[in-house]
C-alpha cells in the first residue's frame, strides 16, 4: 500500500503520520507539498494535524483551497481512500468533502487528553479491525473539535452509518458526541482523535494502530 | 533625529545612569544621537548585560567531558551521544506576561524557541516554571488563565510539545509573576550553529517577520522595577506569531542543511541590536547595516524604532558569500521575508546607514567591553534559628488541605491544554517527576525536569541553591535517567539592595556546590531581576531545568503504583526536618526554622543507587520526595494508579513529622514482592538507609493501622478537585 | 476603496464563544445581558474599481462558511 | 436593545490573521486586495435601559484586550 501525507505550512502531525503510515505499511509516504498540482499515483491519502496557515481565520479554511486540495478531492471523489485528522478533519469539512463543520471547543479550552471512544462504524475501510459497540483509547489535540451539522445532516450520518467513531463522554461539546464522520462512500473519513499517536504501548497504546490495519487489510 | 539634543532626561528614560552615561561619552569620544544612545542603553540594561549577576555567574562549574557548547551562546549543548547533541536553555518573560499575560508567554515561549533553534537543533519539548502569588488576590485567576492559554496558543501551533513544569503560588509574586520557559531541541553534534561572524565583506541577512513598532524598550522594560503605573506602558507589548515561527523552523533547518550559514543568531530582546552586537563582536568584526533594507510593517519607521524594536519571530545570519539567492529560495518558500540588510566590515564598528546617510557609528568594543559590571553590595541572608514544628490539630484534614490545594494539587488543568504528545515520542507525560522524550528513531530518551523551592531559597539562599540543582537531578533520576547538566533562569528582586544581592549570591554559591558534587554543569541561563513591585522583592527564585538521558528508554520508572500487593519501600533518611515546609506554610501558616539540608554525597549515592535498579529492569515504579514529603508522594502514587496502599511509619518520628517532613535524597519505590527482598538487600550494601513500609491495594491509604485513613476517591476528588474549581471561580 | 465584511454564526448554530461571553459577564455582575453572539468582522483594503461581486465571492469562498456562517458586506 | 461591538487591533499591532487572510486571497487569484485586518465582532441582547457606559465597561473588563485593542460600540 502506497500512501501521502499532505503537507500544509503549519502541518505539525506530519512526520507523526508518516512514522505511523511507515511502521504499519513498511512503506515510507510520499511528502506532498501544499503547492503540488499532481502528485504521484498512491493508494491512500492522509491530511495530517497542526495548524495549517496557522489555523487563522478559521481551522482548514486556506488549506482547503491550496493547490493540492483540488487534486485531493478529485481523487477522493474518484474512490481513493483520504483520511483527515484533526486538523486534517477541519480541511476535509471546509472542502465539503465531508459534511459538517468543526467548531471551537464548548469549553473554549484546548484539550490534550486520551479519550475514550466508542466505535460505531466497524464495516468501514479505516475500521474493519475494530468491533462495534467497544470501547478504544485514543488521545485529542485540538481546539476546534466541536462537531456542528444541522440535524436532518445528523440524523442522515446516523442512518447510513456514517458516524464512524462517538466520545464516550463529552469532551468538546460536539453534536451528538461525534468524533469521527465517513462520507456517503466510505472512502473519505474525518475524525478529531489522533490514532496515529497510540501506535506502540511505550506511547500509551496501540488502539490507533488498528485503523491503519484496517486500511492496510482491505488495501493490501 | 541625529538632532535630538541628549538631556539628562532623555538619558534617564532610557534606564541610564549618569556614569553610565560618562563611560558613553568616553567610549565614543562624543556626544551619541539618539539612536545611539538607544543601542547603548538597551545593551547595557540589566537584562543583556548582565551587569549585576555577571562576576558572580563566572563562578558556576560549567565544564565537562560531555559540554559542546556551554555558556555564552543562544543556548547550552551537550553530546548525547552516538553523534547526537541536545541543545537546551530556559528564559524568563515575567515582565511581559504580568502586563499581557497572553501574549507576553506566549512571545516568551517563541523566544526560548528561537534561542535554541538557531544552534542548528530540531525542538523537541518545551518545559513552563510559573509562579503566580495568592489564589485569593484579585489578579491570580487572570493570569492563571492567560499565561496557561499563550504558552499553550504558541507551543501547541508550532508543534513542539510542552511536556512539563511547575506551578506555584506565594503572595510574594502578587505583583510580579514568573513565567520561566524552557526549549530543548535535538541536534547533530558536529553541525551545531554558532554565532560569531566572519568574513569581511560576507552579506548580513534578515530573515522572518517584518519589524513594527512592538516592544520598543522591552529589554529596559524587563530590568526596571515595577510601580503601580507600569501599566500604562503597555505597548511595549509584543504579539507573537506562532505560525511564523513554525514556518522559521523548518525554513532554517532547511537551510542549516546546506553549507551557505556562517553564523547565525535570532532576534531576542534588543532586537536587532543585540543580534547584530553580538554577532560582530563574538566575530571581532564590524557591521554595516542598511536600515532602508529592513523589511519593515509600519510606515515612516526610524532608524531607533528598528534598532530597538522586539517585533518577534525574526533571526539574523551572515552567509557565505554568493549563498543569497539559494537561501532566498527557501525562505520564500516557506513565505517569510529574506533581506541582505548589510555586510561585514573590518572597522570593528556598528555602522548604521539611512536613507544615504549614516546615522550610527560606534566602535563595538565601547558597548562591549566598556559595559558596566558592577559588584553591588550583599549581606548574606541571616541564619534562621531551629525550630520544632508541632502536629496539626486534625491530622486528616492537614492531608486533605495539602494535597487538595493550590500547592500539591494535580496540575492536569495546565497540561491538558498544551499539546504534550506531538512529535510521537513523548513516553513520559506531564504529571511524572521528569518528562521523558525519546530522541526519534532511538532507543534513548532524555528527561527534563525544573524545579526550584523558593521557601528554601528564601531562608536559607546557600542550601536553597544547592536543594533546587539536587532536585532536578533526582527528578531525572527518578525516571531512570542519567543527569547531565542544566539551565537556569535565576529571577530576583531588586539587585540594588544588598539583602536581594545576598540571596543571588548565596543561591549561586549552592548551586555551584552541587554542580560541582552532582557532575552536572550549567550550560546556559537567563537572569531576570528587578521582580519586585513596590519595593516588595519576590522570593528568591533560580529555576533550574535538568536535561538527563536514558540509554534504553524501555527501563524506565513512573509514579503510578501498578496493581495489587507490591512491596513499598522508602529509601534514604527521614529527619525532623519541617523547617519551611510547605506543611508549615500551608497548614500551621508559618514560615520559620531551617529549611532542608542536601547532603550532596548521600544525594548522589542514593540515587545512582536508585537508577541502576531502573536499568537493569528491577525497578518501575519510582517517586522522589519533594514538597509534602512522604505523604504527598504516596498520594501521588496511589491516585495515579488507581490502587491503594497499607503502611506503618515507626516511632523514631513524631507521626507528622514522618509524613511531612522535607528531608532530602529520598524516593519512594513499589517492588514486586519476589524482587523486594533482593532490593533491599542491595539497598543496605549500598549504604542506604531503607525502610519497609507496607504494600499496596485496596481503596484507601492506610497509615499506621487507621492512625491515618484516607480513602482513594476522597483523595482524588480533592487533587483533581482544586485547580478546575480555582479557575471557574467556585472555592 | 474599503470592505467592511461581518460574518456571525446561522441562526441555529451553537455559539460557544458567544455563550462564553454571556456567561462571564454575567459572572462578573453584569445583569441584563440577554444573549451574546462572537462573529468576526473583516477589513479590506481595495484596490479602487473591485467589485461588490467580487467581494462577494471572496466572501463565498474563503471568509465564510456558509455551512455555518453569514456574511454581510458594504463597501466605502 | 441591542449593542453592536467592534473589536479591533491596535494600530501598528501584528494582525498576523489579517496577514494570513490578505495571503490567501492573493494565492486564490484575487487581485486587488491590498491588506486585510481581522477583528471581533459582538452582538449583546439587552436588558432596556441597559446604558452605554455598563457596556463600555463590558468591553474593557472582558471583550477587548485594551492592551492591544480597540473597541467600538453602536447601541440600537
Ligand atoms: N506549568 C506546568 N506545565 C506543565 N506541567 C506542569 C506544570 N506545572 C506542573 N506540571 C507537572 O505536574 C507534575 C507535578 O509537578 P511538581 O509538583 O512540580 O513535581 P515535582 O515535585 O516532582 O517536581 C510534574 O509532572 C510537572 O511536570
Ligand atoms: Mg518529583
Not at chain 2, 369 to 381: G, I, L, W
Request: glycine share 10%; charged share 20%.
Amino acid at each position: 500500500m502506497k500512501s501521502a501525507v499532505i503537507v500544509f505550512p503549519g502541518s505539525n502531525c506530519d512526520r507523526d503520520m508518516a512514522v505511523a503510515l511507515e511502521k504499519v505499511t513498511g512503506k515510507k509516504p510520499e511528502m506532498v507539498w501544499h503547492q503540488s498540482a499532481d502528485f504521484e499515483k498512491v493508494d491512500f491519502i492522509a491530511l495530517p494535524g497542526g495548524f495549517s496557515y496557522g489555523d487563522y481565520l478559521r481551522c482548514g479554511a486556506m488549506s482547503a483551497r491550496s493547490t493540492v486540495m483540488k487534486e485531493v478531492i478529485k481523487r477522493a471523489e474518484a474512490g481513493v481512500p483520504v483520511l483527515g485528522v484533526c486538523n486534517g478533519f477541519q480541511v476535509l469539512t471546509e472542502t465539503g468533502l465531508l459534511p459538517g463543520a468543526l467548531m471551537r471547543n464548548a469549553s473554549l479550552h484546548f484539550v490534550c487528553r486520551d479519550v475514550e471512544l466508542e466505535v460505531v462504524n466497524d464495516a468501514s475501510l479505516f475500521t474493519n479491525g475494530y468491533t462495534a459497540g467497544s470501547n478504544i483509547t485514543i488521545p485529542v489535540a485540538h481546539h476546534d473539535g466541536n462537531y456542528y451539522a444541522d440535524k436532518e445532516t445528523l440524523d442522515a450520518l446516523e442512518g447510513e452509518g456514517q458516524v464512524a467513531f462517538r466520545y464516550a463522554e463529552d469532551i468538546n461539546g460536539a453534536q451528538r458526541r461525534i468524533a469521527g464522520v465517513l462520507n456517503k462512500k466510505g472512502n473519505v473519513l474525518g475524525m478529531m482523535p489522533h490514532p496515529e499517536r497510540m501506535i506502540e504501548p511505550a506511547l500509551g497504546g496501540s488502539d490507533g494502530r488498528i485503523l491503519f490495519e484496517s486500511v492496510m487489510n482491505r488495501l493490501g | 533625529m541625529t538632532d535630538t539634543k541628549i538631556t539628562p532626561e532623555i538619558v534617564r528614560d532610557h534606564g541610564l545612569t549618569p556614569k553610565e552615561y560618562d563611560l558613553i561619552l568616553k567610549g565614543l569620544g562624543r556626544e551619541p544621537n539618539l539612536t545611539e544612545l538607544g543601542i547603548y542603553s538597551v545593551m547595557w540594561s540589566e537584562h543583556c548585560s548582565y551587569k549585576s549577576s555577571k562576576i558572580h555567574l563566572k563562578k558556576l562549574p560549567t565544564k565537562a567531558p560531555w559540554v559542546i557548547c556551554g555558556p555564552g551562546e543562544n543556548a547550552g549543548v551537550i553530546d548525547i551521544g552516538d553523534g547526537q547533541a541536545a541543545i537546551f536553555k530556559m528564559e524568563s518573560h515575567n515582565h511581559p506576561s504580568f502586563i499581557e499575560p497572553y501574549q507576553g508567554a506566549a512571545t516568551g515561549v517563541g523566544g526560548i524557541l528561537r534561542d535554541v533553534f538557531t544552534m542548528g537543533a530540531r525542538p523537541v519539548a518545551n518545559m513552563n516554571a510559573l509562579r503566580f502569588g495568592e489564589p485569593d488576590h484579585p489578579k491570580t485567576r487572570h493570569l492563571v488563565a492567560g499565561v496557561v492559554s499563550g504558552i499553550g496558543g504558541y507551543g501547541n501551533c508550532v508543534g513542539v510539545p510542552t511536556v512539563g513544569g511547575e506551578t506555584n503560588f506565594d503572595p510574594s509574586y502578587n505583583g510580579n509573576i514568573l513565567v520561566n520557559a524552557m526549549t530543548v531541541g535535538l541536534a547533530d553534534a558536529e553541525k551545531i550553529f554558532y554565532s560569531a561572524a566572519a568574513g569581511v565583506g560576507n552579506p548580513v541577512v534578515y530573515v522572518g517577520s517584518k519589524t513594527g513598532r512592538d516592544g520598543i524598550h522591552g529589554a529596559t522594560m524587563a530590568s526596571a522595577e515595577f510601580t503601580d503605573d507600569s501599566e500604562e506602558k503597555r505597548p511595549t507589548v509584543q504579539v507573537g506569531d506562532p505560525f511564523t515561527e513554525k514556518l522559521l523552523i523548518e525554513a532554517c533547518l532547511e537551510l542549516m542543511a546546506t553549507d551557505a550559514i556562517v553564523a547565525i543568531q535570532d532576534m531576542g530582546a534588543a532586537g536587532l541590536t543585540s543580534s547584530s552586537v553580538e554577532m560582530a563582536s563574538k566575530g571581532g568584526v564590524g557591521f554595516e547595516l542598511i536600515l532602508d533594507n529592513v523589511p519593515q510593517r509600519e510606515e515612516n519607521m526610524l532608524p531607533y524604532e528598528m534598532m530597538l524594536s522586539e517585533s518577534q519571530e525574526r533571526m539574523l545570519m551572515v552567509l557565505k558569500p554568493g549563498r543569497e539567492e539559494m537561501a532566498k529560495a527557501i525562505f520564500e518558500k516557506w513565505e517569510l521575508d529574506f533581506a541582505v540588510i548589510g555586510h561585514i566590515t573590518d572597522t570593528g564598528n556598528l555602522t548604521l546607514k539611512f536613507k544615504g546617510e549614516t546615522v550610527g557609528d560606534i566602535p563595538l568594543n565601547t558597548l562591549v567591553d566598556d559595559a558596566p559590571e558592577y559588584d553591588r553590595p550583599h549581606t548574606a541572608t541571616p541564619k534562621r534559628k531551629a525550630v520544632d514544628v508541632e502536629a496539626p490539630k486534625d491530622l486528616k484534614k492537614a492531608v486533605m488541605d495539602l494535597i487538595g490545594g493550590p500547592n500539591l494539587c494535580s496540575r492536569r488543568w495546565i497540561w491538558s491544554q498544551y499539546d504534550h504528545m506531538v512529535m510521537g515520542d513523548t513516553i513520559q507525560r506531564p504529571g511524572g517527576d521528569a518528562a521523558v522524550v525519546r530522541v526519534h528513531g532511538t532507543e534513548k530518551a532524555l528527561a527534563i525536569s525544573t524545579d526550584v523551592t523558593p521557601r528554601y531559597c528564601y531562608a536559607d539562599p546557600v542550601e536553597g541553591g544547592k536543594q533546587a540543582v539536587a532536585e532536578t537531578w533526582r527528578n531525572i533520576t527518578a525516571t531512570g535517567g542519567l543527569p547531565l547538566a542544566i539551565t537556569n533562569c535565576l529571577n530576583f528582586g531588586n539587585p540594588e539592595r544588598p539583602e536581594i544581592m545576598g540571596q543571588i549570591v548565596g543561591c549561586l554559591e549552592g548551586m555551584a556546590e552541587a554542580c560541582v558534587a552532582l557532575d552536572y554543569p550549567i550550560v546556559s541561563g537567563n537572569v531576570s531581576l528587578y521582580n519586585e513591585t513596590n519595593g516588595k522583592g519576590i522570593l528568591p527564585t533560580p529555576a533550574i531545568g535538568g536535561v538527563g538521558i536514558l540509554k534504553q528508554s524501555k527501563h524506565m520508572a513512573t509514579v503510578p503504583f501498578k496493581g495489587d500487593g507490591q512491596v513499598i519501600m522508602l529509601f534514604g533518611e527521614t529527619k525532623n526536618e519541617l523547617g519551611a515546609s510547605l506543611y508549615q506554610r500551608e497548614i500551621l501558616k508559618k514560615d520559620e526554622g531551617l529549611p532542608p539540608v542536601v547532603d550532596l554525597a548521600v544525594e548522589r549515592r542514593n540515587g545512582d543507587f536508585v537508577r541502576a535498579l531502573i536499568e537493569n529492569g528491577q525497578l518501575t515504579t519510582v517517586h522522589d520526595l519533594s514538597d509534602g514529603g512522604l505523604i504527598a508522594a504516596l498520594a501521588d502514587m496511589a491516585i495515579s494508579g488507581k490502587t491503594g496502599a497499607t503502611i506503618t511509619l515507626d516511632d523514631s518520628l513524631p507521626l507528622h513529622v514522618h509524613l511531612f517532613s522535607e528531608s532530602q535524597s529520598r524516593y519512594l519505590i513499589a517492588a514486586e514482592p519476589d524482587e523486594a527482598e533482593t532490593i533491599r538487600q542491595e539497598a543496605r550494601d549500598a549504604g542506604l538507609a531503607v525502610a519497609v513500609l507496607g504494600t499496596t491495594g485496596g481503596d484507601s491509604i492506610t497509615v499506621n493501622g487507621g492512625a491515618l485513613d484516607l480513602p482513594l476517591a476522597a483523595l482524588t476528588a480533592a487533587h483533581e478537585g482544586w485547580f478546575p474549581a480555582f479557575m471557574k471561580n467556585e472555592l | 476603496m474599503k470592505a467592511r465584511i461581518h460574518v456571525t454564526l446561522k441562526n441555529g448554530v451553537l455559539d460557544p464563544q458567544g455563550k462564553a461571553i454571556e456567561h462571564a459577564l454575567g459572572n462578573m455582575g453584569f445583569d441584563g445581558v440577554e444573549a451574546a453572539r462572537q462573529g468576526k468582522y473583516i477589513e479590506l483594503d481595495l484596490a479602487a474599481g473591485t467589485t461588490k461581486e467580487a467581494v462577494d465571492e471572496m466572501c463565498r469562498k474563503l471568509l465564510a462558511n456558509t455551512v455555518i456562517e453569514n456574511y454581510s458586506i458594504e463597501l466605502e
